[in-house]
């Protein structure tokens, strides 16, 4: 009998880098540019770099779930001629879903990485196209 998407099998564990690799991936991108321009390394910068290993480590979250969707993706199922024509037409829709939820999973990871990456370099004019009000909504007293 063939493997199912809903009979797969699942193990975390493979996933578990993906926010590691994005915290180093974003650490060695802010660390190259800090190194080109020269600028040093101050203790007000390091809460900025905290900020960043967050946000870097949260892009790992979508990054793992598009990676378990894109999993069931390619999983070996029963072919379309078994099936009756209402389930092959669910089973295309379930497929258009899940495709879309590894683009939008992706879009927002890389989202993130670019937030971390600017505020670890401090260069905000990497994101100022993204929409707002042009005040702060929260104010932190540190």
Do not use: N
């Not at 650490?27 to 390394?41: D, M």
């Not at 295309?92 to 495709?99: G, H, I, L, T």
């Not at 004019?125 to 929409?131: L, T």
């Amino acid at each position: 009998m063939p493997t199912t998407e809903e009979k797969m099998p699942f193990d975390w564990r493979p996933y578990a880098w993906h926010a590691l690799v994005c915290i180093l991936l974003a650490g060695l991108f802010v660390a190259g540019v800090s190194l080109a321009e020269s600028r040093p390394f101050t203790a007000d910068r390091y809460i900025d770099f905290l900020a960043m290993a967050v946000l870097a480590g949260g892009a790992g979250l979508p990054l793992t779930l598009g990676r378990i969707l894109f999993t069931a993706l390619r999983a070996p199922i029963e072919p379309d001629e078994a099936l009756e024509p209402e389930a092959r037409s669910r089973r295309r829709q379930y497929r258009v879903v899940y495709w879309f939820g590894v683009a939008m999973l992706s879009l927002g990871a890389a989202l993130l990485l670019l937030f971390a990456v600017s505020i670890g370099t401090g260069h905000g004019e990497w994101v100022s196209w993204f929409p707002s009000t042009g005040r702060s909504r929260y104010r932190f007293l540190f």
